[in-house]
């Protein structure tokens, strides 16, 4: 069960986009806990290319993930990305995904997400495969959280403006809900 009262920021967007570096820099800044990718761990410890069916149980540990981790925080939390990932992924790789996770991700999305633009150094490891579709990932993210409806700032820039921009973005959301 997760602490409805957790505001959720979603740091996401392509592979090396410096997703963990910003989702770790702005818990730090605002004194909060963050969420691990799911996804990348579960590759890494696979040890073997991932197929269409790794995509459940990646959906499934990414909310058991996102589930702990917000049942301990308080505030503010931030995600190093979330269902709406596995949704793009799924459909990139394998040309569809589940529809339950499709589901889950609309029904589980973040007040505001922090989509991070290509425009950074591709570094590769053994986790990431995909240098050459930048472009078209990053298409399928801003298309997803549209579709989605969802609230998302363009993070852009080398690290000291994305750092910047990301917490001048939830300052800016934080400000607002006071508001209301």
Request: net charge negative.
């Given at each position: 069960?997760?602490?409805a009262?957790?505001r959720r920021?979603?740091v996401?967007?392509?592979?090396?986009t410096?997703?963990?570096?910003?989702?770790?820099?702005l818990?730090?800044?605002?004194?909060?806990?963050?969420?691990?990718?799911?996804?990348?761990?579960?590759?890494?410890n696979?040890?073997?290319?991932?197929?269409?069916s790794?995509?459940?149980?990646i959906?499934?540990g990414q909310?058991r993930?996102?589930?702990?981790?917000?049942?301990r925080?308080r505030?503010l939390?931030?995600?190093?990305?979330?269902?709406?990932?596995?949704?793009v992924?799924?459909?990139?790789?394998?040309?569809?995904c589940?529809?339950?996770?499709?589901?889950?991700a609309q029904?589980?999305l973040?007040?505001?997400y922090l989509?991070?633009?290509i425009?950074?150094?591709?570094v590769g490891?053994?986790?990431?495969?995909r240098p050459?579709?930048?472009?078209?990932i990053?298409?399928?993210?801003t298309e997803?959280?549209?579709?989605?409806?969802?609230?998302?700032v363009?993070?852009?820039?080398?690290?000291?403006?994305?750092?910047?921009a990301?917490v001048?973005?939830?300052?800016?959301?934080?400000?607002l809900?006071?508001?209301?």
């Amino acid at each position: 069960m997760s602490n409805a009262r957790a505001r959720r920021v979603t740091v996401t967007g392509s592979e090396s986009t410096g997703k963990t570096w910003l989702a770790e820099r702005l818990a730090a800044r605002f004194g909060t806990i963050w969420s691990r990718e799911f996804s990348r761990e579960y590759a890494l410890n696979k040890g073997a290319p991932l197929d269409a069916s790794d995509v459940e149980p990646i959906a499934r540990g990414q909310i058991r993930g996102e589930d702990e981790m917000l049942h301990r925080a308080r505030g503010l939390a931030i995600l190093d990305t979330d269902l709406v990932s596995t949704v793009v992924y799924a459909g990139h790789y394998y040309g569809q995904c589940p529809p339950w996770i499709d589901a889950a991700a609309q029904s589980r999305l973040a007040e505001l997400y922090l989509l991070c633009d290509i425009d950074v150094p591709w570094v590769g490891d053994p986790a990431r495969d995909r240098p050459h579709a930048r472009r078209e990932i990053h298409t399928a993210f801003t298309e997803q959280l549209e579709r989605y409806g969802a609230q998302y700032v363009a993070i852009r820039g080398m690290w000291e403006e994305r750092e910047a921009a990301a917490v001048a973005a939830i300052e800016s959301r934080l400000a607002l809900q006071a508001q209301k």
